[in-house]
């Protein structure tokens, strides 16, 4: 008894030691997630990493950056940094991964943010900054498609459809707003390249499976037929190999997928 009363004591002291370790990281954690919310003045500091994924406060509004060789690039749905998307006039930034998080700052930096942000949740309600930390090109200039066409890419790079724009995206996902016909056409048909490899893939580890089985029934059914008892039953079993061989194989099928409208301008 006395050995296993201090077995006893020895696992509770154990897991108490391991519940104290879990409160420290948890508090590390939500430490760490609370500093990379705070806006830092770029007259202070700038971010100490290069091509640093941060959200940068410009023109009055948030935006999702890349900090690369001392400039700003505004996020514009792909991984080329352009020239075109360098702003200059930035004057806070937080370091924020808006890539793998869907935590984002609820309002600007300053006193005169926080009276705003605080005085719209009185008021009109709390507004999710998440919806507008979109790209320029999604919300400026001439918009073609009156429902925008959403995709969604992970970080393997495969592409799938989205839910609407003013829906956020789930963790570690990458989320492509289309304006125009043109985009949406263009990853509707980088899609259909995707599912074609993913089909050809499917289909070769199918065959490599069901064929040799296939084949072993079919030699077996012949065999049947050569010693069938009376004509009845060669007749069945022929029957069942024409059958057999006129049935499409599973591993030679094809799938082909369209947007609406693309399907309906095909006659599909």
Request: net charge positive; proline share 4%; glycine share 4%.
């Amino acid at each position: 008894m006395p050995n296993a009363q201090g077995m006893i004591e020895q696992r509770e002291s154990k897991l108490k030691a391991e519940l104290a370790a879990l409160k420290q990281e948890s508090k590390e954690q939500a430490r760490a997630l609370k500093e990379s919310k705070k806006w830092v003045s770029v007259k202070k500091r700038v971010p100490a990493k290069d091509s640093q994924k941060v959200i940068a406060w410009h023109d009055g509004r948030m935006e999702c950056c890349w900090f690369h060789d001392g400039n700003w690039f505004v996020y514009n749905g792909t991984y080329f940094l352009e020239n075109k998307d360098v702003i200059s006039d930035v004057t806070h930034w937080c370091a924020t991964d808006w890539m793998v998080t869907t935590d984002f700052p609820m309002r600007g930096p300053g006193i005169k943010n926080a009276i705003l942000y605080i005085w719209k949740r009185f008021t009109q309600g709390a507004s999710d900054m998440a919806y507008d930390l979109r790209p320029k090109s999604w919300s400026r200039g001439a918009a073609q498609l009156d429902k925008k066409i959403v995709y969604y890419k992970d970080r393997n790079g495969r592409l799938s459809l989205g839910l609407p724009e003013d829906r956020p995206a789930p963790k570690n996902v990458q989320k492509i707003v289309c304006n125009n016909v043109f985009e949406a056409e263009k990853y509707s048909e980088l899609q259909r390249q995707q599912e074609s490899r993913e089909l050809r893939i499917e289909n070769e580890r199918r065959r490599a499976i069901e064929e040799p089985r296939l084949d072993e029934i079919r030699r077996h059914r012949r065999t049947l037929m050569e010693n069938a008892r009376n004509n009845m039953n060669r007749d069945f079993l022929r029957s069942a190999e024409e059958w057999s061989s006129k049935k499409p194989k599973s591993w030679e099928r094809q799938r082909e997928s369209f947007l609406h409208s693309e399907g309906y301008e095909n006659g599909r």
